[in-house]
């Protein structure tokens, strides 16, 4: 490998422009031209990675925005799908049925499901995490579904086809079967289906079916910032292990960046002089180098340098400022 390998020239032709540097340290345009362009890209990719997690937002935000707020009110299309309601996949020729668990505030949730429905459960990132009817382990036979929150360790009361979900929110859609027609498949979920709290399962709350069939209603994720208010909205919600560390990082990264007027105001730690914090929230526990080595080092003459100034287990005044360093003087 070749010196030139690894260094960078101080001009570079690129995609978004042409960058400037001296000795490897970009020029404040080039830092500005490629921040925005990072701000961009990573814009882009969380939008690609998030669409799960806001695609399942809304589709919990749309029945809620229509009354369904607790776990015992349920939408269902009685009278199939029309032009009016806003999904991105449903069809005209369904009957639907739009159960919602929010295990946070409900805890352990129980689903008893009727006979002859098709459905599943997905968590808050859109992932699979059961089948209800004959790819379930009802085989379309209905059966009661205990849906577990994250993380729970309780007792499991036996007798319950048992879904543990990664997080709180949970959607869970049905499709009845119409073959004997709408109106009776109709009736027979609205007498067969029962969602509530484990809680409450020696008293059960009223069920408390709402149509959805002629109603106008969104279910789909916005496509400009909106998108990213509904992504927020997941993230600060759900258990912070739903989504992985690297995705989780990504999407922290459209909003927090190292630029002094922005996310990182107080890095500066002495306003008027130029020394800046590297450790955020002063988290400098270091262990080691007593006494002074010798203080001073040769510069190039006509290359670019930096100082750092390492603080050691610093002592109170440096936390209080009471103590400060001199800022950087030419010497003649």
Known sequence: ??????????????????????????????????????????????????????????????????????????????????????????????????????LERDGPTMVEAPSGVLGAFNDAYFRYIGDVGPSGPDKGEGGKYLVLPPGYDGAVPEGYFVVRSPSYRVGTFMRGNIADGLKAAAEHIKSSLRVYPLRRAENPPEMEFSSGSGLSFNTIH????????????????????????????????????????????????????????????????????????????QSRPGKSWFAILRMYGPLQPWFEQSWKPGDLQPVE
């Open 222 to 297: 916005a496509n400009y910032f909106q998108f990213y208010e509904e992504l927020n909205a997941v993230i600060q919600k759900e258990p912070i292990d739903l989504i992985d560390g690297e995705t989780r990082g990504l999407f922290a990264s459209i909003v927090w960046h190292p630029r002094e007027d922005r996310t990182l105001a107080g890095v500066r730690i002495y306003p008027e002089q130029n020394w800046y914090m590297a450790f955020l929230d002063k988290k400098v526990f270091f262990n080691g180098p007593d006494g002074q080595e010798n203080n001073w080092i």
């Open 1 to 102: 490998m070749t010196l030139g390998a690894i260094s960078t020239p101080d001009q570079v032709e690129t995609s978004i422009g042409t960058l400037q540097f001296i000795d490897g340290a970009p020029l404040p345009e080039t830092a500005a031209t490629v921040y925005d362009y990072l701000d961009r890209m990573r814009g882009v990719d969380a939008f690609l990675k998030g669409m799960p997690a806001a695609s399942l937002h809304m589709l919990i935000e749309g029945p809620r925005s229509i009354g369904a707020e607790e776990a015992h009110q349920v939408v269902i299309f009685d009278r199939l799908l029309g032009p009016d309601s806003l999904f991105l996949t449903a069809n005209s020729s369904t009957l639907y049925v739009f159960p919602i668990l929010d």
